[in-house]
């Protein structure tokens, strides 16, 4: 058994070959650089947090405000939120900081998306890079976690409110659910002990884990070499290649060639990211105000890439609450906790639902493998869908419709639409007909 699972690891790791770095090959295809992208996010991400953890203060203990707003003047306010102010209005360059941290968490995570689709819809996933799959699943998570961990921190009504929510789905889950609140949120939120906690999550262990994790997935990564696209008759015969022979990739050495490509990337990334914080502002923690726990604001809404995850919890009745002798299962449990970890579960499996036994090194062309394609689609959908049915209200606003009206089609909407572009998508690029996979 141990000896059949070190050799699984040894075909995918090549644990007994020793390989160099600096002429490893990097394909010259441009959707390989949204990895790249994700990498230098994060790099941003850190540098920025590390000077936003100069100024800012995990308390939410009441101080006299003394800075430059004048609606605050003489106010007694939590330290979080007075030290947020201090960056952003009295700190030089606070404010273009703060936003370029906010706008590095979203563009990481849009890149992540991306980088994930592009490696779904081209089979990028299969033997031998399942395992690389799965860490790369890991860092999405942790991903969301480090977003969802900063919301809170400035102790403004609608972070610290939206961060709520979050709490009363941790504590849903049976039995556990009162020792996770305790170890994510400190005890009931929000208590004293909260914004030290989720600082602690946010600032250390989480990008810990994430650059752990990024060690790990960039070293299977060149163990296994990337997987190449479609290769040209003239590549191969310039490289003294057959067309077909995947025991070697074609493409860039990653030193120079590459290291120039990642240093256009990385600039380009900085780029946007400086554009978007020049002109973008980020969260009004002015117009917010303080946390008020006696006060929920009009709209409350998680970020864009939990929307999904407000989806389900908005539109599942009531009903489906049960109890199984002492144990409650809530509306809340079902859509804000199982969804989720269904759907991601059934992610991180996939590699294992559509496995291959030989080694595959060759990128696949979505449209030759309808069943893949159509399942992407679906999913896809799925996560559009839900993510709508998070803005029920706004939607009900537009069209003069109540939410408890139009909840019912969005629940089906949820069900049907994924199933219906599953079903398209496969028929239309001729999977009925038997062709890939
Ligand atoms: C912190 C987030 C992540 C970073 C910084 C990152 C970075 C990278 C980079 C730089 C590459 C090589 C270039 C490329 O193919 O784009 C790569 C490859 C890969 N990544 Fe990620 N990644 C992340 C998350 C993910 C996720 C969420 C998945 C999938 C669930 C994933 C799966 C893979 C796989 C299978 C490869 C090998 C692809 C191939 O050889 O064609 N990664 N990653």
Redesign the pocket.
């Known amino acids: 058994m141990i000896v059949g699972a070190g050799s699984w690891l040894n075909d995918r790791l090549h644990l007994d070959d020793e390989q160099g770095f600096l002429g490893k090959a990097?394909?010259a295809e441009d959707?390989?650089?949204?990895?790249?992208v994700?990498?230098f996010?994060?790099v941003t991400i850190v540098l920025t947090g590390i000077f936003l953890g100069v100024f800012y203060e995990p308390s939410t203990a009441d101080v006299l405000y003394q800075g430059v707003v004048d609606q605050f003047q003489g106010e007694e306010l939590p330290a979080s939120f007075v030290s947020v102010l201090h960056i952003t209005y009295g700190v030089p360059f606070g404010m273009f900081i703060r936003r370029l941290h906010h706008w590095g968490a979203h563009l990481?995570i849009a890149?992540?998306?991306l980088?994930?689709m592009?490696?779904?819809f081209?089979g990028?996933?299969r033997n031998p890079?399942?395992i690389?799959?799965?860490?790369?699943?890991?860092?999405?998570v942790?991903?969301m976690g480090a977003s969802y961990t900063g919301y809170a921190l400035p102790f403004d009504e609608f972070g610290a409110t939206a961060t709520g929510i979050g709490y009363n789905l941790a504590t849903s889950v049976p039995v556990l659910g009162d020792f996770i609140g305790e170890l994510v949120f400190a005890g009931e939120f929000p208590a004293a002990g909260t914004i030290p906690r989720l600082f602690f999550l946010h600032v250390l262990v989480i990008p810990l884990a994430?650059i752990v994790?990024?060690a790990v997935?960039?070293t299977?990564?060149v163990r296994?070499?990337?997987?190449?696209g479609d290769r040209s008759a003239a590549a191969a015969a310039a490289a003294e290649v057959s067309e077909d022979d995947d025991s070697v990739v074609l493409g860039l050495p990653a030193y120079p060639n590459q290291a120039a490509v990642g240093a256009v990337v990385f600039l380009f990334t900085a780029g946007t990211l400086s554009l978007l914080a020049g002109f973008l502002p980020v969260h009004n923690i002015v117009a917010y105000g303080p946390n008020d726990p006696a006060s929920t604001p009009a709209v409350v809404m998680p970020d864009w890439f939990l929307m999904w995850v407000f989806g389900f919890l908005k539109v599942l009745p009531s009903w489906t609450t049960v109890h199984i002798g002492a144990i409650e299962l809530t509306a809340e449990f079902w859509a804000g906790i199982l969804f989720p970890t269904l759907v991601i579960g059934l992610?991180?499996l996939w590699p294992f639902i559509d496995r291959s036994a030989e080694p595959t090194h060759f990128?696949a062309d979505p449209l030759d493998a309808p069943r893949r394609t159509a399942v992407g689609v679906a999913g896809i959908s799925m996560i559009l869908v839900a993510s709508l049915a998070g803005m029920n209200n706004l939607f009900g606003g537009a069209l003069g419709v109540s939410t408890t009206v139009l909840n019912p089609f969005l629940l089906w909407g949820i069900i049907l639409v994924p199933i219906a572009a599953g079903i398209l998508t496969y028929v239309l690029l001729g999977g009925r007909s038997g062709g890939g996979t």
């Open positions: 990097f394909p959707s390989f650089l949204l990895g790249e994700a990498l996010s994060f990481f890149s992540i998306a980088h994930m592009r490696v779904f081209t990028a996933y890079r399942e690389n799959w799965v860490v790369g699943m890991l860092l999405a942790l991903a994430i994790l990024l997935h960039m299977i990564l296994q070499k990337h997987t190449e992610v991180v990128t």
